[in-house]
């Protein structure tokens, strides 16, 4: 009888210790995927925003194809298209539905360099760059200005930085919800086994053998509450994806959902390891 309480003690601990630690995982895990789509989108929209060079209107095509060469080596460069003044009549007439050229006799259009940024994790560097960019090439002399939607650029890097400081303050806080509530659980499994942990101690049992068993425990706990966490969020994906047939299962988001499922299960381990070292050791030392 005192075997099967004993084991039903273990067994509840241990049930509300990994209950513990996925759910919290999960959470945790759901915001990661969050920052990432949320990162992913930024990035889009920063990378999909174009600034317009407008170049003098007598430049030769030579001269302005050097110029936009020169600018796609550059490294935060993704992307530069050249547009002739004769490409841009003919894209201003289909817009219009007439030849202007034809009405007017002249093409008053001057050639054009469309220039794409990549996307930067930091959004004060990445705007720096860009405005450091503008202010050079504006200083050539067949350069007349820069064009682009300044409103729209601001708006999108002041979203993501507040986003991002955000799920990263929510996901420290829930760090420590999980930190707390291992350790209060270990705490108790520990209250539970204390006729066990003073009769080792009574045969000279030293702290670091007591303590062991216990760590050797979290980590396993730890870990399945990873492995849990994750097996929950791939249902909740899978799911999610096949009601609102979107592409959140495409093969290329998997190395980057590989990197989070690891990171859980390492996160798991570490914030379970952490927690019950901390609680077995201020157990003991209470005892001494």
Sequence with gaps: MRKRRHLSEIWGNKTTVVLSITLVLLIL???????????????????????????????????????????????????????????????????????????IGYNPLSPTLMVNFWANWDPDQSARVIDQFCHNIKNLDIVTGVAYQEHVADSILSLFRKLTLFLVFFGLLLLLICYIMIRNTIRMALYSQRETIQTMRMVGATNHFITRPYLWRSIIY????????????????????????????????????????????????????ISTAIAVRKYLRDKD
């Design 29 to 103: 895990g759901l915001i990661l995927l969050l920052v990432y789509h949320a990162q992913r989108q930024s990035f889009r929209a920063q990378e999909q925003l174009t600034y317009k060079v407008d170049l003098v209107s007598n430049v030769d095509n030579e001269r302005a194809m050097q110029l936009a060469d020169s600018i796609q080596r550059l490294t935060f460069v993704k992307k530069v298209d050249y547009i002739s003044k004769e490409e841009a009549a003919e894209i201003f007439s289909n817009e219009i539905g007439e030849d202007f050229v034809a009405f």
């Design 222 to 273: 730890g870990a399945m509450g990873g492995i849990f966490a994750n097996i929950l969020l791939f249902l909740i994906f899978y799911i999610f994806n096949h009601e609102l047939s979107t592409a959140l299962l495409h093969p290329h988001h998997f190395s980057r959902y590989a990197v989070i499922a690891a990171s859980l299960v390492a996160i798991g381990i570490g914030v379970s390891l």
